[in-house]
């Protein structure tokens, strides 16, 4: 079965400085999508960036960007420049891509980004 | 562009009732998925439907029902609910098995 594993359950960053959030996975397909999500207060899941696992470079979006380590099953999560508005609570989140099928999301437990002004 | 779309936003019933939450999803989307999220937990895959047709179950009671209608929207059905359905009910849509888009969730709160 497949598990998506974060390890930091609260994380802290001053405003403008960086911070990486961590997240492992347990797989043993070759071929599958790896997220990260956002839930600010509000409770809305928002996007935050994709990866596709046959992709050796690392996706990036504006001030997020990853570090994907396939042979490591290792998806961290980079935040430059943080900002208010980055406080939430944030989830990697795992999809197996098999034969075009519509899989589900695996989701970690989560972990909660406060930022400080 | 447009979001997908859950109503109602909140719903509160007494245990034992019955409530039915609707998806409305992106346009074009031909998939919608269910996840509930309880207090403190990560989301959980409940159902999902490709083209109409159920494509895939995860742990989803037997007391809950769904289905994909043929504009594409999709309905949850709960039924006997008990204390422990209070949730936020996710629905999420993707074009075939791309990313999956959230819409803002029902909360629904059982007394």
């Known amino acids: 079965a497949q598990t998506v594993t974060q390890s930091q359950p609260e994380m802290s960053v001053q405003e403008a400085e960086t911070v990486t959030l961590s997240c492992t996975y347990d797989?043993?397909?070759?071929?599958?999508?790896l997220f990260w999500y956002k839930q600010p207060p509000s409770r809305q899941m928002i996007l935050v960036i994709r990866?596709?696992?046959?992709?050796?470079q690392n996706a990036t979006e504006n001030r997020f960007s990853v570090n994907f380590q396939k042979a490591a099953k290792s998806f961290s999560l980079k935040i430059s420049d943080s900002q208010l508005g980055d406080a939430a609570m944030y989830f990697c989140?795992?999809?197996?891509?098999?034969?075009?099928?519509?899989?589900?999301?695996?989701f970690g437990k989560g972990t909660k980004l406060s930022v400080k002004p | 562009a447009a979001g997908v779309i859950q109503s109602p936003r909140h719903l509160i019933k007494e245990k034992r009732e019955t409530a039915t939450l609707k998806c409305y999803p992106i346009?074009?989307?031909?998939?919608v998925y269910w996840y509930q999220q309880g207090p403190g937990q990560d989301p959980q895959f409940l159902i999902s439907?490709?083209?109409?047709?159920?494509?895939d179950k995860g742990s989803i009671p037997d007391r809950f029902s769904a289905q994909q209608f043929s504009d594409y929207h999709s309905e949850l059905n709960m039924s006997s609910l008990e204390l422990g359905d209070s949730a936020l009910y996710f629905c999420?849509?993707?074009?075939?098995?791309?990313?999956?888009?959230f819409g803002p969730g029902t909360r629904l709160t059982v007394l």
């Open positions: 999420a849509s993707s074009l075939g098995g791309d990313t999956q888009y």
């Open positions: 797989t043993s397909e070759s071929d599958y999508y």
């Open positions: 990866q596709e696992a046959y992709k050796q």
């Open positions: 989140a795992y999809r197996w891509n098999y034969g075009g099928s519509q899989g589900n999301l695996i």
């Open positions: 346009p074009r989307h031909d998939t």
């Open positions: 439907f490709y083209e109409k047709m159920q494509s």
